[in-house]
């Protein structure tokens, strides 16, 4: 019998129960009874018009009717993601954010075949995924020019991480329902944040509904990764629920001797004794032992000519049975609901993070890889490190729901408080001291010891952070305005052990930071808006006199239009925007050494300008859409550097787009197919501009295929195999170049062919 899908028409009745936003539990039951009294008010009004089918024994049938409800966490069911939490943290449509805001839902991870956050934001406009060349360890991205790397964000709160720490983790992707990038500055609601963009990674969470999985994952460099994800109700009333997700893996990489090892697991259980009440209790463990081959190549041999030829992209750079990276992080927290009546709501999401990390590796030496002339022969030295880092963050909020006079208001009151520490102890050979032997890439050999350096930095830096935020989400018939104002007081004290003297510097910072936006929904889908938002991030360290650095601050200005098609599922935004960092750092003008300064003052303006369009639409039950283009007009405004003033900002293509597509062909049931293109242009990332050290532009082609294997007998119901390939054509870059004498550059990921075979009960 036919079905009819009322999420997919277009109903005023549904459509006004939809404008109420359901952030909390008895809102989202109100809403979900408002949809079923729809839904069958519109089924007895289509029965007067429609004769019900009859059976052979003469009983009426009745066609199926599909409710399908929205969730600001997913899942989602597909491509398209209509609601959020992330950008205003309160359960809002995405058409009704006044900024532009790209998620990345389970469904497209899945059909990409994307095992990390880097590789699931590989098609989202203005995120550079790969900045520093393929890394097993980080999830390294640029977003709109910034460097988002240990300002990563998990369910709302800050994950433990500092850009100098090796022990900054990195969430296994497996463990995530979506990924959500806020595009531009994001610090009303979250204070310290880089400019460029916010990227929050959303949890799977225990659901009421029961869904059991395991998946068996290869891939052509060989190895075996196993997983399980499960899911549904402890108890018949449904007022306990679980989750648990474990992952094992021992996978060989596109470098030889490599392998990436881990071990997680991440259960959470959810106790619901009302639908006005809600808590859920979680913990997260992950164990990382890969056999790691530091990415130091030189430029001669990557990006430039060598004599001796190109080196090899597979090469192990290290001594495969000497070299240490081990890594343990682990986080526990609750998240906590509670609706008092249809005005207030309270919430509070707690969590304490740690990572511990121990290295010693041999490596290309990142100052001088070759003796002499560009050679066979890679220069190598020591390094080692003994790091850690923890988060402890708390985040309360009050909401109230109510109207004055034609006005709707959703306020929101927050308080939260952040401690990060970060310990760091490292060292690499002096001159001097004992080093590995250079390794030949022509013939390498391995089997030597690595001497164990002395420290050059040990250092510890404590950060306390509280923040109070006020925001406002009101609509007057189709008109809705977006206004924030928050205060953080930014605390950070850094103790160098190895100074003389005071060593102890403290950075302070008192920043108010706001956001303004205004639109307006159109019947026809479409939603026009205009933002204005500001950041602010504090930069450690201190200039030529020993005064602590100023927090950076930026302010953006973005217009544009977002669309999603009724009853359709589709979502596009373009959007125009303005953003200019204030206060970065530039070398000092009296530092004797400009090309490679050691002091610093803040004197340094940078500006992007930019276009942003990405749509998402699953076009016909057969047919899902996606297309992403970026245009970045950057220019680095004041620096004391005369290489980089009126250049383009580095690591920021000016042209980046992608088109990615998957068929569900009807004359095969149970097969799907999906191809993408993404593309970058030209970008600079050494910081004297050098043209020959410019990475070149690039295109990279991924497809796929899955085949559900229900669709050819019942028994196999459940049981699927995915095959994705990432690099079709195996396409040697160079992501990033940073000098012309040490191991300063790395290429990127080659062609990647991975299959996973999954069964679901």
Same mark, same amino acid.
């Given at each position: 019998?036919?079905?009819?899908?009322?999420?997919?028409?277009?109903?005023?009745?549904?459509?006004?129960?939809?404008?109420?936003?359901?952030?909390t539990?008895?809102?989202?039951?109100?809403?979900?009874?408002a949809?079923?009294?729809?839904?069958?008010?519109?089924?007895?009004?289509?029965g007067?018009?429609?004769?019900?089918?009859?059976?052979?024994?003469?009983?009426t049938?009745?066609?199926?009717?599909v409710?399908?409800?929205?969730?600001?966490r997913?899942?989602?069911?597909?491509?398209?993601?209509k609601?959020?939490?992330s950008?205003?943290?309160?359960?809002?449509?995405?058409?009704?954010?006044?900024?532009?805001?790209?998620?990345?839902?389970?469904?497209?991870?899945?059909?990409?075949?994307?095992?990390?956050?880097a590789?699931?934001?590989?098609?989202?406009?203005?995120?550079?995924?790969?900045?520093?060349?393929?890394?097993?360890?980080?999830?390294?991205?640029?977003?709109?020019?910034?460097?988002?790397?240990?300002?990563?964000?998990?369910?709302?709160?800050?994950?433990?991480?500092?850009?100098?720490?090796?022990a900054?983790?990195?969430?296994?992707a497996y463990?995530?329902?979506?990924?959500?990038?806020?595009?531009?500055?994001?610090?009303v609601?979250?204070?310290?944040?880089?400019?460029?963009?916010?990227? &929050?990674?959303?949890?799977? $969470?225990?659901?009421?509904?029961? =869904?059991?999985?395991? !998946?068996?994952?290869?891939? /052509? %460099?060989g @190895?075996?990764?196993?997983?399980?994800?499960?899911?549904?109700?402890?108890?018949?009333?449904?007022a306990?629920?679980?989750?648990?997700?474990?992952?094992?893996?021992?996978?060989?990489?596109?470098?030889?001797?490599?392998r990436?090892?881990?071990?997680?697991?991440a259960?959470?259980?959810?106790?619901?004794?009302?639908?006005?009440?809600?808590?859920?209790?979680?913990?997260?463990?992950?164990?990382?032992?890969?056999?790691?081959?530091?990415?130091?190549?030189?430029?001669?041999?990557?990006?430039?000519?060598?004599?001796?030829?190109?080196?090899?992209?597979?090469?192990?750079?290290?001594?495969?049975?000497?070299?240490?990276f081990?890594?343990?992080?682990?986080?526990?927290?609750?998240?906590?609901?509670?609706?008092?009546?249809?005005?207030?709501?309270?919430?509070q &999401?707690?969590?304490?993070? $740690?990572?511990?990390?121990?290295? =010693?590796?041999?490596l !290309?030496?990142?100052?001088? /890889? %070759?003796? @002499?002339?560009?050679s066979?022969?890679?220069?190598?030295?020591?390094?080692?490190?003994d790091?850690?880092?923890?988060?402890?963050?708390?985040?309360?909020?009050?909401?109230?729901?109510?109207?004055?006079?034609?006005f709707?208001?959703?306020?929101?009151f927050?308080l939260?408080?952040?401690?990060?520490?970060?310990?760091?102890?490292f060292?690499?050979?002096?001159?001097?001291?004992?080093?590995?032997?250079?390794?030949?890439?022509?013939?390498?050999?391995?089997?030597?010891p690595?001497?164990?350096?002395?420290?050059?930095?040990?250092?510890?830096?404590?950060?306390?952070?509280?923040?109070?935020?006020?925001?406002?989400?009101?609509?007057?018939?189709?008109?809705?305005?977006?206004?924030?104002?928050?205060?953080?007081?930014?605390?950070?004290?850094?103790?160098?052990?190895?100074a003389?003297?005071?060593?102890?510097?403290?950075?302070?910072?008192?920043?108010?930071?706001?956001?303004?936006?205004?639109?307006?929904?159109?019947?026809n889908?479409?939603?026009?808006?205009?933002?204005?938002?500001?950041?602010?991030?504090?930069?450690?360290?201190?200039?030529?006199?020993?005064?602590?650095?100023?927090?950076q601050?930026?302010?953006?200005?973005?217009?544009?239009?977002?669309?999603?098609?009724?009853?359709?599922?589709?979502?596009?935004?373009?959007?125009?925007?303005?953003?200019?960092?204030?206060?970065?750092?530039?070398?000092?003008?009296?530092?004797?050494?400009?090309?490679?300064p050691?002091?610093?003052?803040?004197?340094?303006?940078?500006?992007?300008?930019?276009?942003?369009?990405?749509?998402?639409?699953?076009?016909?039950?057969?047919?899902?859409?996606?297309?992403?283009?970026?245009?970045?007009?950057?220019?680095v405004?004041?620096?004391?550097?005369?290489?980089?003033?009126?250049?383009?900002?580095?690591?920021?293509?000016e042209?980046?787009?992608?088109?990615?597509?998957?068929?569900r062909?009807?004359?095969?049931?149970?097969?799907?197919?999906?191809?993408?293109?993404?593309?970058m242009?030209?970008?600079?990332?050494?910081?004297?501009?050098?043209?020959?050290?410019?990475?070149?532009?690039?295109?990279?082609?991924?497809?796929?295929?899955?085949?559900?294997?229900?669709?050819?007998?019942?028994?196999?119901?459940?049981?699927?195999?995915?095959?994705?390939?990432?690099?079709?054509?195996?396409?040697?870059y160079?992501?990033?170049?940073?000098?012309?004498?040490?191991?300063?550059c790395?290429?990127?990921?080659?062609?990647?062919?991975t299959?996973?075979?999954?069964?679901?009960?």
């Amino acid at each position: 019998m036919g079905g009819i899908d009322i999420s997919q028409g277009h109903s005023p009745v549904l459509e006004q129960a939809g404008r109420a936003r359901a952030a909390t539990p008895r809102a989202a039951a109100a809403r979900s009874r408002a949809a079923l009294w729809a839904s069958s008010v519109i089924c007895s009004a289509l029965g007067a018009l429609v004769l019900p089918a009859q059976a052979q024994d003469g009983t009426t049938v009745l066609d199926t009717l599909v409710v399908e409800g929205e969730s600001a966490r997913g899942p989602d069911g597909g491509i398209v993601a209509k609601r959020s939490i992330s950008a205003s943290k309160t359960d809002t449509p995405v058409r009704e954010i006044p900024q532009a805001i790209s998620i990345v839902t389970r469904g497209q991870m899945d059909a990409q075949g994307a095992n990390t956050v880097a590789e699931a934001l590989r098609y989202t406009p203005g995120v550079l995924p790969d900045p520093n060349g393929y890394d097993m360890r980080y999830d390294w991205l640029y977003i709109r020019g910034f460097n988002s790397y240990s300002t990563m964000w998990l369910d709302g709160l800050a994950i433990a991480g500092d850009p100098s720490n090796y022990a900054t983790p990195s969430i296994n992707a497996y463990t995530l329902e979506r990924v959500e990038v806020i595009k531009g500055p994001a610090s009303v609601l979250y204070g310290r944040a880089v400019p460029g963009g916010l990227v &929050n990674q959303v949890s799977k $969470r225990p659901q009421t509904t029961p =869904h059991r999985e395991a !998946v068996v994952q290869t891939s /052509a %460099f060989g @190895g075996i990764q196993g997983a399980v994800d499960m899911t549904g109700p402890l108890t018949e009333d449904g007022a306990w629920s679980y989750r648990l997700i474990g992952l094992a893996k021992n996978m060989h990489t596109q470098i030889d001797h490599e392998r990436d090892r881990q071990v997680m697991v991440a259960p959470s259980v959810t106790w619901s004794p009302t639908a006005e009440t809600s808590l859920t209790l979680y913990g997260y463990y992950q164990h990382d032992r890969p056999v790691f081959s530091p990415r130091f190549y030189p430029a001669a041999g990557t990006l430039l000519p060598n004599p001796a030829g190109q080196i090899p992209r597979d090469l192990f750079l290290g001594e495969p049975d000497e070299g240490v990276f081990e890594r343990d992080y682990f986080h526990l927290g609750y998240e906590f609901e509670h609706s008092f009546d249809e005005t207030w709501t309270v919430r509070q &999401n707690l969590r304490y993070g $740690r990572s511990d990390q121990n290295m =010693h590796l041999a490596l !290309v030496n990142p100052a001088f /890889a %070759f003796a @002499g002339a560009p050679s066979n022969e890679l220069s190598r030295v020591a390094a080692v490190s003994d790091d850690w880092t923890s988060t402890f963050a708390v985040d309360t909020q009050a909401q109230a729901e109510f109207a004055t006079g034609a006005f709707d208001h959703t306020l929101l009151f927050g308080l939260d408080y952040l401690q990060g520490i970060s310990d760091t102890n490292f060292g690499n050979s002096a001159f001097g001291d004992p080093v590995p032997p250079p390794l030949d890439f022509l013939d390498p050999v391995y089997g030597y010891p690595i001497p164990i350096p002395a420290y050059q930095t040990s250092v510890r830096q404590k950060q306390n952070q509280v923040g109070v935020y006020l925001q406002d989400q009101i609509r007057y018939d189709r008109w809705l305005g977006t206004f924030g104002l928050r205060y953080d007081v930014s605390e950070i004290d850094s103790t160098n052990r190895l100074a003389a003297g005071t060593p102890t510097v403290t950075t302070r910072d008192e920043k108010l930071t706001a956001r303004a936006g205004l639109m307006y929904l159109f019947d026809n889908g479409l939603a026009p808006y205009a933002s204005y938002s500001t950041s602010f991030l504090p930069v450690l360290g201190t200039d030529r006199f020993g005064d602590p650095f100023e927090a950076q601050t930026a302010e953006q200005f973005e217009v544009g239009v977002k669309y999603e098609p009724p009853g359709a599922r589709g979502a596009i935004t373009v959007s125009l925007f303005q953003m200019t960092l204030e206060n970065s750092l530039t070398p000092d003008p009296t530092d004797p050494n400009p090309t490679r300064p050691t002091t610093y003052v803040q004197e340094g303006r940078e500006r992007v300008r930019g276009l942003e369009i990405e749509g998402k639409y699953e076009l016909t039950p057969e047919i899902d859409l996606m297309a992403a283009y970026a245009y970045s007009d950057s220019e680095v405004l004041r620096s004391n550097n005369a290489s980089a003033l009126g250049r383009q900002m580095l690591r920021l293509p000016e042209h980046q787009g992608g088109v990615w597509v998957n068929y569900r062909p009807g004359a095969v049931p149970g097969l799907s197919l999906s191809a993408g293109v993404r593309a970058m242009s030209s970008y600079q990332t050494d910081s004297t501009y050098r043209p020959e050290l410019r990475i070149p532009s690039r295109t990279l082609v991924d497809i796929g295929a899955e085949y559900d294997f229900g669709a050819m007998r019942k028994e196999f119901e459940g049981t699927s195999l995915r095959v994705n390939v990432s690099d079709l054509f195996d396409e040697k870059y160079v992501s990033h170049c940073l000098n012309m004498t040490g191991g300063s550059c790395n290429y990127g990921a080659g062609r990647s062919i991975t299959a996973s075979l999954k069964y679901t009960w």
